[in-house]
């Protein structure tokens, strides 16, 4: 059986943080969450993103959407690290919580486990896996890199303003799209549906098939 994934529901596990006890479904509540993990702290390429992270972080709160970090070491390792952190990335206060999971076991419940990375012990570490969460406590989206990838977060932020885009307005968002440019109608939703949904307008694209599935907006 495969792990968390894109239309699952996010377990509802209360874990010690940074900033208190956090119970992650109450930590959404009505709107989005991006949940995070790294293989460890005082490491250099978790260091370089979450200092990354607490960058964007402002970005994340213009569009309503929290922050939330989980790694394998406990609090108190944690907030030693956040020194480092800030101190790497001077003006970037970290002002997300960082969960605690020294047990690992929150990690495979959020199917955040690197199969290939271990520790000392020969325990396996948490991957690179975000998960950007609904208000329905469902994960949306997902990514997963392995521990020599640093995650880009101007991708993150686009992702998130696709989701969001897709969910007000019932579209999809093509190849490369940033905020501001045409998205494209759902093949689900037949042209007289179109005119109603969209009076701006939207253009078909001309192709061999002569098959009308590719329409652009402006929302």
């Known amino acids: 059986m495969p792990g968390l994934t894109i239309g699952d529901t996010v377990p509802n596990l209360e874990l010690d943080s940074t900033q208190g006890r956090i119970r992650i479904h109450d930590f959404v509540g009505d709107g989005y969450a991006i949940i995070f993990s790294h293989p460890a702290d005082f490491t250099p390429v978790c260091t370089t993103e979450m200092a990354a992270m607490a960058g964007y972080a402002a970005e994340f709160e213009k569009r309503g959407v929290k922050l939330l970090g989980i790694s394998c070491d406990d609090v108190q390792s944690h907030r030693e690290w956040i020194k480092d952190i800030e101190a790497y990335k001077p003006g970037s206060k970290l002002t997300y919580p960082i969960m605690a999971d020294p047990e690992r076991s929150a990690i495979r419940e959020l199917n955040m486990v690197d199969p290939d990375e271990k520790d000392a012990q020969g325990v396996n570490l948490p991957s690179r896996t975000l998960h950007v969460v609904g208000p329905d406590k469902k ?81």
């Open 139 to 219: 994960v949306k989206l997902s990514f997963l890199y392995p521990a020599c990838t640093g995650r880009n977060m101007d991708e993150v932020v686009r992702a998130v303003d696709s989701l969001l885009t897709a969910a007000r307005h019932k579209v999809a968002t093509p190849a490369n799209w940033k905020p501001g440019e045409c998205v494209v109608i759902a093949p689900g939703v037949s042209d007289e549906e179109a005119k109603k949904m969209f009076p701006q307008g939207f253009q078909t694209a001309d192709l061999p098939s002569k098959k009308s599935y590719l329409r652009f907006t402006k929302v």
